[in-house]
């Protein structure tokens, strides 16, 4: 029996899946060169929709027989979902009809994407977890081929695709395994049956791996990275840019909810896998970023880098005194890494011309003269990701790396504050093109482009000055995570 | 029949997709080797359904068909698209994007 309040624990979702079958429709009837218009209906539908989050946001809910929660944890999460929506709708509409590529069925399939990420922060259930993650992939294989009969973008989304559907499998396994030892999907049956100890210990790890195994692909933490780099530099980049804030946001989100609600007693056995991982996805990710001269692979590093700073504080997930701050200081540093990434993101759509063209460190020479304030953005951007002090990246790491010294995994703080160092290096030089090389770009700036680099930049630097309103939010986030 | 007998099948199966997808080089075999991943985890749902006497795996198992089948037409049609621009999904020969 559907009761009025299962509805509401799931709202938002429905209205953008729903907003999003109906724009499929409506969009036959909207002329190509007036895709304009699908891609403003669509804000309108991620905008209602992010009302109605902000409405219901503060309430604790679990509906439809325990497999959705509505909690602050997901709000926090729909809002970074539904904001990065709103951005890379705002990228795509110039990017798209420059390339060519001018269909409006690119906004449907991003909402889409984006009702599954919205679900994944919700479930509450290993069934949903599973439906989540794959309602969220499925689009983003097409979005990743959308400028197709181009080799880079063909090859991209194949790539994303087997591996993507590989993660799914090691997910799917993992959760049969876990369904084989306690013979429960629900969060709460599960925590329960573990609790009373009945559960196959054995098969429970096992499952628990694989369960690691599948988001650690979603999140591209190395080992699992190898996709990573290639898919981020063939896709269209305001997909790319989307891929790399929003689906490593819904990777976390789904990795922070099953461990913390399912895992806390296997965390002695998860913990060293954790800590590797960590330390691995921040020195490989940081190290292979200095060699790269396209921006578009030196951003796909970086993104795998910074998802490594993000695991060193998950690495205390068992540490039931800390865990609170784990949370919060991810939930901030998700809000800084995307704010700072879509604005670098938004300056690569900018300076690309031609589909994949345009965007090797010396297409930059000459930007910081001629166009002086993307010049400024970009430095903006570049000093918050490095961690510069003072900036919202580095609030973003001080909160991380304090919470891995707190839970006494020094070492790992040290192997992070090293490697950030390194990577000053090649985000500076990013700025040194753009300041010290001489050039002459000739760069057509679209309204909306520079408004989500405009935004991006502000919020940076007022976020830098106030940190704590942010952590403020997250921590009380944290406070309803169930 | 011994519950043993059905998880050690439906981990051969997965182990066997695991390494066809690591090691063979054709797309659409490396698909094949998902699906036989997926139905692993589908066997290990049905048989522990059937053990622990609830519905809950068996209705799963429908779950993961249909999501299967949503990745088949979306995975075969990229195999399309891409052999139309290169006459092949050979994947080593997919070497457009390096860094």
Redesign the interface.
Known sequence: MTRMIDIYSILPVMIVAGWALLLLVVDLWIPRYRKGITALLAAVGLAIALGFVLASSGSTILGFNQMVVLDGFASFMQVLFLVSGMAAVALAYDYIQRMNINHGEFYVLMMFSIAGMMLMSQAYNLLMVFLALELLSIPLYVLAGFARTRLESEEASLKYFLLGAFASGFVLYGTALIFSATGQLDFVGIAAVVTAGSANSVLFLIGSALLLVGFGFKIAAVPFQMWTPDVYQGAPTPVTAFMSVAVKAAGFAALMRVFLVLFPSLSEHLTPILWLMAALTMIVGNIVALAQNNIKRMLAYSAIAHAGYILMAFVAFGNGEVVRNTVAATLFYLVAYGLTSFGAWALVVVIEREYGKGILLDDLAGIGKHYPWLGVAMLVFMLSFAGVPLTMGFWGKFYLFRTAVQAGYIGLAIIGLLTSVASAYYYLRVVVYMFMKPGEPKLQINPWVSFVIGVAALAVLLLSLMPWTILELASRAVLLLQ | MPLSYF?VL?AIM?TV??LG?ILRRN?LV??MS?EL??N???L??V??ASY?Q?L??Q??VF??MA?AA??VA??LA??V??F???HS?D?DQ?S??K?
């Open positions: 998880l439906s997965f997709g695991v997808v797309a490396i698909f998902l991943m997926f692993a985890a589908n290990v749902f048989t522990f622990y609830i809950t795996g209705i799963f779950f993961v999501v949503a990745e979306v995975g990229l195999m698209a891409i139309r621009t290169k999904i994947i997919m457009s994007l860094g």
